[in-house]
């Protein structure tokens, strides 16, 4: 899944610091809480065919960082994520990527962003504005199958609070 994915890059970038270790959220003293909450892939050229050549695909976070000793919620940065501009594989244009490959990047940057923010402390990393979020039907763009009320946080969410991805340290 998308957390799952965001996740695992979190925990790979804090392992390769080492400032701090990653452990079960019972042992933990502190929680990175994340949710997806906006997952838009936006075409924005097409070929002759009128299919799309490229895309920009937004995947935006609002994260916090959970003082478990002081009971406490230490920062939160809503909107975390910059959009990426890519051409698609199948446009044979030099550079083109795989919705995947795009996906990564941005796991990679929103990593470093979370790592930073959280060694570093506030104004490291902002999160885009509301203003600057695009505004979009449910059903103008494809987006990611939203999770049931209930079910594990491992399955794929793309819907504001829920799918709650927890790497702790």
């Not at 270790?21 to 949710?35: K, N, R, S």
């Not at 909450?37 to 299919?51: F, H, M, S, V």
């Not at 916090?64 to 051409?87: A, C, H, V």
């Amino acid at each position: 899944s998308l957390e799952d994915k965001l996740t695992l890059a979190v925990q790979a970038l804090f392992n390769q610091d080492g400032r701090y270790q990653i452990t079960t959220e019972d042992q933990a003293d502190g929680v990175l809480i994340g949710d997806i909450t906006k997952y838009i892939r936006e075409p924005l050229a097409y070929d002759q065919n009128n299919a799309p050549t490229q895309f920009k695909l937004w995947i935006l976070v609002n994260i916090s960082f959970y003082d478990k000793i002081r009971n406490q919620t230490l920062w939160m940065e809503p909107n975390l994520g910059n959009p990426i501009t890519y051409y698609a594989a199948s446009s044979n244009q030099p550079g083109a990527l795989t919705e995947e490959e795009v996906q990564q990047k941005i796991w990679n940057q929103m990593s470093m962003d979370i790592l930073t923010r959280t060694l570093e402390g506030y104004g490291t990393v902002t999160g885009a504005s509301d203003k600057a979020v695009p505004k979009v039907s449910p059903d103008q763009y494809p987006t990611v199958p939203t999770q049931e009320p209930g079910a594990p946080t491992t399955s794929p969410a793309a819907e504001p609070g829920q799918g709650t991805s927890r790497p702790p340290y």
